[in-house]
């Protein structure tokens, strides 16, 4: 009989949106006439610019003919949507980028779990606590860790906490460590850093030859001026970062998928015997092994976000989302509940009223108010007694979840 990988029985639980997923459905069948308001797993509710619903029309038709039919593409992705995005998006920032060093792919889920395939398993990694469950739950999934202890920590895992007291940024490590991830806008705090907390990351990660994977799905929704969108407008990143960076949020392409992987040509790791190896390169070679490119209709939609009317549109997608953070943010302080982020990225991270624990406001939450969200401590045991709102719902419903919770929680 062929052996399963035990790692993944090492996990704790399942997922955590499809577990949420699971309770709310069970809350629906019980109470027929509630009306849910979903705030839960960050899914955009408004439609794709028309701009860049065209396009992705368009690129649909040009498959239906025999002269504008697009086959196998670059696994890489097209070289006309990662200098779109190089040009667009990057230049702005100061950062130079060449299109060899840009991976566009099916989305930064995906990325952000298959980059491990081309680190080896004893590099020792730190993790956020709370943290995106995916970074967590990979390397598990490889074999890079132990078993977990009573609260959650995996062991051979360096966790990183992001609390009150560090304002959300947290310490360098005290230990030497190979590989560090870090989310800003924060998932799932939303909070950002500084150019100035960050450099602090890029100084440690080359002086320790250590690499930061980098991701910055939210970067679209920064705000306040003078915070980074990416890790490269950090001095001597190129010589230490990975950034990921997805359409999903930014553009509504949770359903569509597309993201990329920027893997600079001057990053470096070492072979067993000690040589200097180019990540990029077997980044190459894993995605023209692995993957046969995004499809040709979604890259197409995807340049056509960089269009000066498909970033106007987008935009204004990206500022209702934002406007629904403060309308969250504002309701959360007035009935006097302590909240963090929704300034620059789409969630509020609030401190559970009364002292409750994360799944106990859930449950509270859902059965008296009917609102949805995501417990803290599902994205760490840093996370417990925070609850996480997503930004994302549509403005009427997000009113009236605010609402509910004044109502409920309000003096
Ligand atoms: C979230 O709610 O944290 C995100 O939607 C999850 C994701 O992007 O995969």
Same mark, same amino acid.
């Given at each position: 009989?062929? /052996?399963?990988?035990?790692?993944?029985?090492?996990?704790?639980?399942?997922?955590?949106?499809?577990?949420?997923?699971?309770?709310?459905?069970?809350?629906?069948?019980?109470?027929?006439?509630?009306?849910?308001?979903?705030? *839960?797993?960050?899914?955009?509710?408004?439609?794709?610019?028309?701009? $860049?619903?065209?396009?992705?029309?368009?690129?649909?038709?040009?498959? %239906?003919?025999?002269?504008?039919?697009?086959?196998?593409?670059?696994?890489?992705?097209?070289?006309?949507?990662?200098?779109?995005?190089?040009?667009?998006?990057?230049?702005?920032? *100061?950062?130079?980028?060449?299109?060899?060093?840009?991976?566009?792919?099916?989305?930064?889920?995906?990325? =952000?779990?298959?980059?491990?395939?081309?680190?080896?398993?004893?590099?020792?990694?730190?993790?956020?606590?709370?943290?995106?469950?995916?970074? &967590?739950?990979?390397?598990?999934?490889?074999?890079?860790?132990?078993?977990?202890?009573?609260?959650?920590?995996?062991?051979?895992?360096?966790?990183?906490?992001?609390?009150?007291?560090?304002?959300?940024?947290?310490?360098?490590? +005290?230990?030497?460590? !190979?590989?560090?991830?870090?989310?800003?806008?924060? &998932?799932?705090?939303?909070?950002?850093?500084?150019?100035?907390?960050?450099?602090?990351?890029? !100084?440690?990660?080359?002086?320790?030859?250590?690499?930061?994977?980098?991701?910055?799905?939210?970067?679209?929704?920064?705000?306040?001026?003078?915070?980074?969108?990416?890790?490269?407008?950090?001095?001597?990143?190129?010589? =230490?970062?990975?950034?990921?960076?997805?359409?999903?949020?930014?553009?509504?392409?949770?359903?569509? /998928?597309? *993201?990329?992987?920027? $893997?600079?040509?001057?990053?470096?790791?070492?072979?067993?015997?000690?040589?200097?190896?180019?990540?990029?390169?077997?980044?190459?070679?894993?995605?023209?092994?692995?993957?046969?490119?995004?499809?040709?209709?979604?890259?197409?939609?995807?340049?056509?976000?960089?269009?000066?009317?498909?970033?106007?549109?987008?935009?204004?997608?990206?500022?209702?989302?934002?406007? &629904?953070?403060?309308?969250? /943010?504002?309701?959360?302080?007035?009935?006097?509940?302590?909240?963090?982020?929704?300034?620059?990225?789409?969630?509020?991270?609030?401190?559970?009223?009364?002292?409750?624990?994360?799944?106990?406001?859930?449950?509270?939450?859902?059965?008296?108010?009917? $609102? $949805?969200?995501?417990? %803290?401590? %599902?994205?760490?045991?840093?996370?417990?007694?925070?609850?996480?709102?997503?930004?994302?719902?549509?403005?009427? +419903?997000?009113?009236?979840?605010?609402? /509910?919770?004044?109502?409920?929680?309000?003096?």
């Amino acid at each position: 009989m062929a /052996r399963i990988n035990d790692n993944y029985l090492k996990l704790k639980a399942g997922y955590l949106f499809p577990e949420i997923g699971r309770r709310v459905k069970a809350f629906a069948a019980a109470n027929p006439g509630a009306q849910i308001i979903r705030l *839960g797993i960050g899914d955009v509710t408004r439609p794709l610019a028309p701009a $860049v619903l065209k396009a992705f029309h368009d690129a649909v038709d040009d498959l %239906g003919t025999s002269d504008r039919f697009a086959g196998y593409g670059p696994e890489q992705g097209y070289d006309w949507l990662s200098q779109v995005i190089i040009d667009k998006s990057y230049k702005p920032l *100061g950062v130079e980028l060449k299109a060899s060093e840009m991976f566009i792919s099916d989305g930064s889920k995906c990325d =952000c779990a298959n980059i491990l395939d081309i680190f080896a398993l004893d590099n020792v990694v730190a993790i956020g606590d709370p943290v995106y469950p995916v970074y &967590n739950d990979t390397n598990v999934m490889v074999g890079r860790t132990g078993e977990a202890d009573a609260k959650g920590y995996y062991k051979g895992i360096v966790y990183m906490p992001f609390t009150e007291e560090n304002n959300f940024v947290p310490d360098l490590p +005290k230990e030497k460590v !190979d590989i560090i991830y870090l989310c800003f806008p924060n &998932n799932p705090t939303g909070t950002v850093a500084s150019k100035d907390e960050l450099k602090k990351w890029v !100084d440690y990660a080359n002086a320790n030859d250590a690499i930061i994977f980098f991701d910055a799905a939210y970067e679209a929704f920064i705000t306040t001026p003078g915070i980074p969108h990416s890790i490269y407008e950090i001095e001597g990143a190129k010589k =230490c970062a990975i950034e990921f960076r997805s359409f999903s949020k930014t553009a509504g392409f949770t359903g569509v /998928r597309c *993201g990329l992987v920027v $893997v600079p040509e001057e990053l470096m790791g070492t072979t067993a015997s000690g040589e200097k190896y180019s990540f990029n390169k077997l980044w190459n070679r894993r995605t023209t092994t692995k993957f046969n490119g995004a499809s040709y209709p979604v890259q197409k939609a995807a340049a056509a976000v960089y269009s000066d009317e498909g970033w106007k549109q987008t935009k204004e997608i990206i500022d209702y989302y934002m406007d &629904n953070a403060r309308i969250i /943010r504002e309701g959360l302080k007035a009935a006097g509940i302590t909240c963090y982020g929704g300034v620059d990225a789409p969630y509020i991270w609030l401190k559970t009223p009364e002292g409750l624990s994360s799944w106990d406001f859930f449950d509270k939450l859902l059965s008296e108010c009917h $609102v $949805v969200g995501t417990p %803290g401590s %599902g994205f760490g045991p840093s996370g417990e007694g925070y609850f996480r709102l997503s930004a994302f719902g549509d403005k009427e +419903k997000v009113v009236e979840a605010v609402e /509910r919770i004044k109502k409920k929680w309000g003096k």
